[in-house]
C-alpha cells in the first residue's frame, strides 16, 4: 500500500453485489483511483474468495459490501468476517442503492462495520469513504502493534527485576532482547574489579563467540560513553564488532549505566530494521531498566563478599591439637546463586575438658554473619572463665538479646573431658549431636532447648559417658535439611549413615559430605570428635 497526496493508492477492494451493473460503476470508480477491485457476485463467493486470498496471503485491504445479497444480507457476511480473527481487521464499507434510515445505519455498525454508503454517489465521496476506512484500520492496526510491543517490553521489564544475581540478569535480559527484535542478542553487564557477565539468546553467527571475541566485545563496550542513567545507541560495523557475534554484518549496541554511572549494561543485536520506529525505543527501555535492576544486585554482592570474607576469616582453617581426643571439620559455602548464612563450629581447650560446637545466625544477610563473628569471640572469651556449656549457653542468650534483639541464633555445645569421657551438651535450637559408639548403633544425645535471643531459661545440660574410640558428630542443617522432606526423615538417614562410616574424624565427615552434600541450598558445617581408643 503506497499512500500519495492522502489518497491511498494500490489497494485491493472487494466488492460485494448482486447487480452486475452496480459493480461494474464501483469498480469503474475504484479502478480510476489506482486501486485493484475484486468484485464477487454474492456472499457465498465472497466468503470463498476470502478463504482463497487467506492461504495466499493477500487479503483485500477493504470490502464493500451490499446489504441486500441474495445469500446473505451484507450485515451477516459482515459478522460472520469480524467472528474470524484472521479476516476481523479487515474494514468493511456497508452501502446500499435505497435510501438509508437511521436503523440501517445502526445494523451495519452493529454487525461490525466501519461506514455505510448510500448509492449512488459522487465519486470523490466513495473514494472518501474507501480512504477513512483504510485508514481506521491503519491506525488499528499501529494501536494493536504498538500494544503488542508495550506488553513485551512489561514483561521484559518484570523478567529482568526478578533476576537474583547479575550473572541470570545478563541472561534474562539477552532473552528479552531478543524476543523485542525478533533477532539474536547479547548482553554484557561490566561489573567492579574487572567482572563481566554476558547473556547469548538466538545465533547469527555459525559458532558461538570465543574467549578473543568475547575480550574484544567488552572491550569495545567499555569505550562507549554514557552519562548516568542515560541511554546510548550506537552501531559497529562488521569490520569492528566480532563477527562470532552476529556475522558480517556488525551489531547496534545499546548501552545504559546505573544512576551512579559506574556499572555499564549494553544491550547487542543486529543492526535490525525499525521501519516504524517503536523497537529502538523498547530496546533503549529495556536497557535502562536492566541497569536499574542491576544496581540493587550489585549492592547484594558487594555485602555477600563481605560477609564471605568475615566467614572465611574468621572461621578457623586449622584446629589445635587435643590430648586424648581427634577434632576435625567440614565447612562447605552454598553456590555463589545462594544467601549467604551465619553458620559457624568451633573447637577449644578449656581447664575442664574440650569443647566443640556448632551454631547458625538465623537469617541470610551481612548481619548474621558479623552477628555469627561475635558469638564466635565471645565463646572463646567466655569459656576462659567458666567453660560449662549451660552457662555459656545462657550468657550468649543474654548477649544476643541486648545487641542484637532482632536476631536469633542455633548453637549446641558439648564439653568432652578426655580423661574420662564424661560429656556435658548444652542445645539452644539446633540439631543434638549424634553419638556414634564403636560397634554399636548410633543415636541423637537426648539435649534440647529454646533458641539463643529469646531470653527463655535453658534446663540443665545432658550429661553422657563417651567410650573410648567412640565418636561425637555436630552438623549444621545445611547438611540435612531438603525441601519437601521431613527432617526427621533426614535426621535418620544421617544417623544410619554415620553408623557405617570411617572411623576417623576427618574420614567421617568426608564421607557424609559425599553422601548428603551435594548441591544444597545453605552452608554446610560438620565437627567431629573421636575420643582415643584404650
Known sequence: MVQRSGTDVGCTVLVVDDSAASRYALGAVLSRAGHVVVPVGSAGEALVELDVRLRSGALPDVALVDVGLPDLSGFELCRRVKALPSLAGIPVVHFSARPSVPADRCRALDAGGEAYLTVPAEPEEIRAVVRAALRGA??????????????????????????????????????????????????????????????????????????????????????????????????RPGAAWPQAYFGPGGARLTLSRTRDGRLPVCLATPDFADPDGRTAPLVAQLARATA??????????????????????????????????????????????????????????????????????VGHSLDAATVMVELRHALRAYCLEDPRPAHLVTRLDRLLQHYHPQLTATLCLALVDPATGRTRVANAGHIPPLIVPVGGAARYARAAGPLLGLGLPHPEPTVLDLAPGARLLMVTDGLVETRGIDLAVSLEELRRAAAGAPAAPGELCDALLARFGRDRADDIALLALRRAPR
Open 138 to 235: 491503519r491506525e488499528l492496526t499501529d494501536s494493536q502493534a504498538q500494544f503488542d510491543h508495550l506488553t513485551l517490553l512489561s514483561r521484559a521489564v518484570v523478567d529482568v527485576q526478578g533476576a537474583r544475581d547479575l550473572a541470570e540478569l545478563a541472561r534474562v535480559a539477552a532473552a528479552a532482547t531478543a524476543r523485542l527484535t525478533g533477532g539474536a542478542a547479547a548482553v554484557f553487564i561490566l561489573g567492579d574489579h574487572g567482572a563481566v557477565h554476558t547473556g547469548l539468546s538466538g545465533r547469527a553467527a555459525p559458532a558461538a563467540p570465543d574467549a578473543a571475541a568475547r575480550e574484544r566485545a567488552v572491550e569495545l563496550v567499555r569505550q562507549i560513553s554514557c552519562g548516568p542513567g542515560g541511554v546510548r545507541t550506537t552501531l
Open 292 to 361: 536499574l535492576a542491576a544496581e540493587p544486585l550489585v549492592l547484594y554482592e558487594q555485602e555477600r563478599h563481605v560477609a564471605h570474607t568475615l566467614q572465611h576469616s574468621f572461621l578457623p582453617s586449622v584446629l589445635p591439637a587435643f590430648t586424648g581426643v581427634d577434632v576435625d571439620f567440614r565447612y562447605e559455602p552454598a553456590s555463589q546463586e545462594v544467601e549467604m548464612g551465619g553458620d559457624f563450629y568451633a573447637a577449644l581447650p578449656t581447664p575442664e575438658g574440650v569443647l566443640v560446637g556448632v551454631g547458625d545466625v
